[in-house]
């Protein structure tokens, strides 16, 4: 079955701590986005990429970083510059084109907590 | 920056009743999506509007998209336990290289 598989499912940081949440895909996107969500609120941009070796940033980039060495994967790390790491993270992909006019999907998100 | 309002942000109602959510883009846009979010999950595409004015079913959901393309709403009818969840709105940016989503309306259906 083709979709987005993110791991771990809850992660748990320690203070100075740099951690990497991971989002692989196999439905042959072009287009990849993180998201974080906080309890209660809506979805908002961390990093996309619209293809290989190519990202930009999102509203709240500060304190994480992205790679995109592979179509079918677009690690995130939050590093220790983030101070208020625990939220809710979701990766998603969409065909690429005018990426404003695709659906996304959305991978099962990673809970992250700090220790 | 370009905003996503939706209204009301949470909403609970006994099955059977009806439910509609409310969604305002501060721009006009090509198009609008919308998305389910269960508790506890991820956000699930439901439906793309693309043409002024139109409305399409699923079920018992109805979407429609406003006549300036600048708002939206979701419909659903007799309302039950598997409709809980938060109903996002979702548009693309004026570049298009990203789409902005709403700030969600969360419903609670009680049995």
């Known amino acids: 079955d083709g979709g987005i598989t993110q791991s771990p499912k809850y992660l748990f940081r320690k203070e100075g701590q740099n951690v990497t949440l991971s989002c692989e895909q196999n439905l042959n996107h072009d287009a990849m986005y993180w998201y974080r969500q906080d309890p209660g609120q809506g979805l908002r941009l961390i990093y996309y990429?619209?293809?290989?070796?190519?990202?930009q940033k999102g509203d709240i980039a500060e304190g994480y970083s992205v790679s995109r060495e592979k179509k079918e994967s677009f690690p995130l790390t939050v590093t220790s510059a983030q101070k208020n790491p625990t939220a809710f993270y979701l990766c998603a992909s969409s065909i690429t084109g005018n990426v404003g006019n695709q659906p996304q999907h959305f991978g099962d998100g990673t809970r992250l907590s700090i220790l | 920056g370009q905003q996503v309002m939706q209204i009301p942000q949470y909403q609970h109602v006994q099955e059977g009743e009806d439910f509609t959510t409310y969604c305002n883009s501060s721009?006009?846009?090509?198009?609008i999506q919308w998305y389910k979010q269960r508790p506890g999950g991820h956000p699930v595409f439901l439906i793309q509007l693309v043409k002024s004015g139109e409305v399409k079913k699923q079920k018992r959901l109805t979407f429609q998209f406003g006549e300036a393309k600048k708002n939206s709403s979701l419909h659903i009818t007799a309302t039950q336990t598997t409709d809980v969840g938060t109903y996002f709105c979702a548009g693309p940016n004026t570049g298009f290289q990203k789409l902005v989503f709403g700030t969600g309306t969360r419903l609670l259906v009680s049995p």
């Open positions: 990429s619209q293809i290989v070796n190519d990202f």
């Open positions: 721009t006009t846009l090509s198009n």
